[in-house]
């Protein structure tokens, strides 16, 4: 399936109120990559750089001596993507590189990349990410699963686990530090793929971010932390995901698989 | 495109078994709509699309009190010098007759048959039902007698399609010697909200019947869907219900609903828990169109002919599946093939429905948009 993101609102109420937030909520998230960064809270982090940005990023990484190293170009898609993919020839691109304070950082960040076992143990370490998230991504990258939600909430403490012939459920009460079922959406405060939806480093990591989104814009983190705290239903079902919360029902793909699986969070 | 206005989803005339804004629970006990903003979309949208019908619909607009029915109608003959309306039909009289006469009303009646094949329709006991489809029937009778432009959408289940579909089909014989030869038979869907298995034909059932019915129709020169879609599908003829086209549950593009609010929402089949009333801004049906080729509907060679069915009939209730009733179409898409091939009508080359332009509506009144021609299922001027 060509990636794609789609949010449609349950009513006008929402959209008026909820659309310009969920602008400023991705604004803010983007931005907090990069001042993680600069602030040295990581030693990397991934960037796009496209034709409409380039001169404003370039500019900025002056002023924040800081430094781009380009990886790889990727075909252009709209909103989410869970890899990227080579562009042919003549398609728009972006470029996709890595943003580090020093060349040390970022040539160890590009070679790591590029390796043919890309050795996520080590790239994660230069993102910041917990070792434990990194293990359990590297293990279920390897596994072929692109979106591992699922195996993320199997492993939250109080999964509750339903289910019938054609679909599995599990209920659980998410760490809105840890919560990721909407990042399709932009709408996320830590980076990394958690092992759990309750891990304790990323709710320490998660704290590190939420210092950092306050210091930018204090009422976006507000409105993204209740986002966050919404009870949501995560829908997958033959690689088209349905987020489902009070607000809107976001569409996207996933993964695919032949049964349905539904994450319930409370 | 059809315009639906749906100020209330509710009905005290009937309660149909098969119902599924009833027993989904969106059916609302009372009406609680906001006239003065129904009647602002209605303008907006009839100044946005010039072109396209208005429709009571609902729920019951019958069952509205009648100073609001009549503004609604005053409001759409208006704009468009004509009305139409979508109805079960329980409450018609004469006082509504004369309405009908006055707003030009083109009536589209959910009618199952005579006798019992309308026993899943009306309330009270099988009893009651039956003096109240019987009464129906008197009604039909006037309406046809009065001129008043009529079609028929009949809903294909155990009632009229097994137990009592010869009656079925003397009625549909009766109606086309007083002229009405088009309307529409459509399969009853069960969903996750309407689990009586009592009502739905199983497939092999459904083909039976759906083969018979097309024999008839074809002997007796009738005009009836989907057997009329088909065929103009296969034709290359825009004129193809919406079923066949290429639908986005999210922003349906054959119908656009006006709710109590003045929201203007999807078809009616796309309501169900926790799924957006309202519209979304963009129509974008290659979300399921290419899910779908590469998944349920690879391979198929009808697929520019169907383009998967419709999406609240998807497998298990779910739009990311092909219609349920698929191995039905299949058969009719080769029995009609075959037939139009043997007659040597079908175009020279394979023509496609173009996947881009959407090119199926439906209307459930009269008028039937399918497509940008519009013909009257009636045969009746209007």
């Known amino acids: 399936m060509t990636p794609f993101t789609r949010i449609v609102w349950k009513n006008e109420k929402s959209r008026d109120k909820w659309g310009p937030r969920l602008r400023r909520i991705r604004r803010l998230y983007q931005e907090t990559e990069w001042e993680m960064t600069k602030r040295g809270y990581r030693k990397a982090a991934t960037v796009h750089i496209t034709f409409d940005n380039y001169f404003k990023i370039a500019t900025r990484l002056i002023d924040d001596e800081l430094l781009f190293l380009p990886i790889a170009k990727s075909s252009y898609y709209s909103g989410f993507s869970h890899c990227h993919r080579t562009p042919r020839r003549g398609q728009p691109y972006f470029i996709y590189g890595v943003l580090s304070r020093n060349k040390k950082d970022a040539l160890r960040f590009k070679e790591m990349s590029s390796s043919p076992e890309k050795v996520h143990l080590e790239l994660g370490k230069l993102l910041g990410y917990p070792r434990c998230c990194t293990v359990s991504f590297n293990q279920r990258w390897g596994a072929g699963i692109i979106d591992p939600m699922w195996e993320a909430a199997l492993k939250t403490k109080g999964a509750k686990l339903t289910g019938d012939n054609d679909r599995q459920i599990v209920e659980i009460t998410p760490s809105p530090y840890c919560n990721q079922l909407l990042r399709y959406f932009g709408i996320r405060i830590t980076s990394h793929l958690p092992c759990s939806f309750d891990c304790k480093e990323t709710i320490k990591k998660g704290k590190e971010w939420e210092r950092v989104m306050k210091s930018i814009d204090r009422e976006a983190y507000g409105w993204l932390k209740e986002l966050l705290s919404l009870p949501l239903v995560w829908d997958a079902y033959r690689g088209i995901l349905q987020v489902n919360i009070p607000l809107f029902l976001g569409i996207t793909t996933t993964g695919y698989t032949e049964e349905k699986f539904i994450i319930k969070t409370k | ?382």
């Open chain 2, 1 to 382: 495109m059809v315009i639906a206005v749906k100020c209330w989803l509710g009905c005290l005339s009937s309660d149909c078994k098969y119902c599924f804004v009833k027993r989904g629970g969106w059916a609302e006990k009372k009406p609680r709509y906001d006239l003065n903003k129904v009647l602002s979309t209605i303008r907006r949208l009839s100044k946005e699309n010039p072109d396209e019908v208005i429709t009571l619909h609902g729920g019951e607009p019958t069952d509205l009190p009648k100073k609001d029915f009549v503004r609604l109608l005053k409001e759409i003959y208006k704009l468009k010098g004509r009305t139409a309306m979508q109805t079960n039909g329980f409450n018609i009289d004469s006082w509504y007759i004369r309405q009908f006469k006055k707003y030009k009303t083109s009536v589209g009646l959910s009618f199952d048959g005579p006798d019992e094949c309308n026993l899943l329709r009306g309330k009270g006991d099988d009893k009651e039902r039956l003096r109240m489809t019987k009464k129906l029937e008197k009604t039909i009778n006037r309406l046809i007698e009065e001129k008043i432009p009529l079609s028929f959408i009949i809903i294909v289940h155990r009632k009229n399609g097994i137990e009592n579909r010869g009656r079925l089909k003397y009625f549909l014989s009766k109606m086309a010697h007083k002229g009405i030869r088009e309307g529409r038979l459509n399969l009853c869907c069960i969903t996750e909200n309407i689990p009586s298995k009592e009502f739905e034909l199983s497939i092999p059932e459904a083909i039976e019947v759906y083969k018979d019915l097309y024999d008839f129709c074809t002997r007796t020169g009738l005009s009836y869907s989907p057997f009329k879609d088909i065929t103009n599908s296969l034709l290359g003829k825009k004129e193809v219900v919406c079923v066949f086209g290429s639908c986005d549950i999210f922003c349906t593009p054959s119908i656009k609903s006006i709710l109590h609010d003045g929201t203007i929402a999807n078809c009616v089949k796309t309501y169900h828990e926790g799924f957006p009333f309202m519209r979304a801004e963009l129509y974008q049906p290659q979300i399921r169109e290419q899910l779908l080729l590469e998944t349920d509907c690879k391979g198929c060679k009808w697929w520019d002919y169907c383009k998967g069915g419709c999406p609240n009939h998807g497998i298990h209730s779910d739009w990311r599946r092909k219609d349920k009733f698929c191995p039905v179409y299949k058969v009719l898409f080769n029995l009609i093939y075959t037939d139009l091939k043997s007659k040597s009508l079908l175009p020279s080359k394979k023509c496609q429905v173009p996947t881009k332009q959407y090119s199926g509506n439906h209307s459930d009144g009269i008028v039937h948009s399918d497509g940008p021609m519009k013909h009257l299922d009636s045969g009746r001027s209007v």
